[in-house]
């Protein structure tokens, strides 16, 4: 039987300010979508309310526009798949043996209320199955709840996005909140890399974290090595 991944967008295209255009940071998620393609997996997208997922205007310009984000936009067939993204209720959680949450700013607003994922992420964990993220992408996992009502995150290894890496970015103003401070607040094990913007993968039993775009090669390997072990 093939593997079946479950990838996680946002429908979020702005800020708190609507003329900061933010969306989906295209290649993390078009990384880890070549790197199960490679793998002969079935991939499927979700967003918290269905249709339509935005791109980060950011991540499409030189030099972040890399290959295989480029490819991604020059493919009517995958764009096509961002313009009717499921809602979670389309969803069976049960069908997949991994699901990975891509980032893009856009996601710390939709991404933690969404009961919906809450709970696919809660089935697919609680099944034995894998559960990753990518960059901002770890804002999906802050309010997900076991059964036993523990935060899935409570005392686990992990890493996402950095407030330095915000200010670096100089976008640190415009953030919701500090999501690696709320991570911190919920009893997460929060570790980054000594430099900002280098690929850096962390690995907690099921839990595979990456911290920033440049890690979601690193993050779909380490989840395809798993499935494959």
């Given at each position: 039987m093939h593997k079946r991944i479950l990838h996680v967008v946002t429908n979020r295209g702005h800020y708190?300010?609507?003329?900061?255009?933010?969306?989906?940071?295209?290649?993390?998620l078009s990384h880890a979508w070549d790197a199960f393609a490679a793998?002969?997996?079935?991939?499927?997208?979700?967003?918290p309310a269905g249709g339509v997922s935005p791109l980060e205007p950011r991540a499409l310009k030189w030099p972040l526009l890399d290959a295989s984000a480029r490819s991604w936009l020059n493919d009517p067939a995958r764009m096509a798949l961002l313009e009717r993204t499921a809602a979670p209720e389309e969803v069976d959680a049960d069908a997949y043996d991994a699901i990975y949450f891509t980032g893009g700013h856009g996601v710390m607003w939709d991404f933690p209320g969404s009961t919906g994922l809450q709970d696919i992420t809660r089935r697919i964990w609680e099944r034995g199955a894998?559960?990753?993220?990518?960059?901002?992408?770890?804002?999906?996992?802050?309010?997900?709840?076991?059964?036993?009502?523990?935060?899935?995150?409570?005392?686990?290894?992990?890493?996402?996005?950095?407030w330095t890496e915000e200010?670096?970015?100089?976008?640190?103003?415009?953030?919701?909140?500090?999501?690696e401070a709320e991570m911190k607040r919920r009893g997460a094990r929060y570790g980054k890399a000594l430099l900002p913007f280098v690929p850096y993968v962390v690995t907690d039993g099921r839990l595979v974290t990456g911290q920033n775009p440049a890690s979601a090669k690193a993050t779909a390997r380490q989840v395809v090595k798993m499935l494959k072990a």
């Open positions: 708190d300010d609507p003329g900061r255009k933010t969306g989906l940071w295209l290649s993390e793998q002969g997996y079935r991939q499927d997208i979700v967003s894998i559960v990753s993220a990518v960059c901002h992408g770890y804002c999906g996992l802050l309010n997900t709840r076991l059964a036993d009502g523990r935060l899935l995150v409570e005392d686990r290894r992990l890493t996402g996005f950095s200010s670096l970015a100089g976008v640190a103003k415009h953030m919701p909140y500090n999501a």
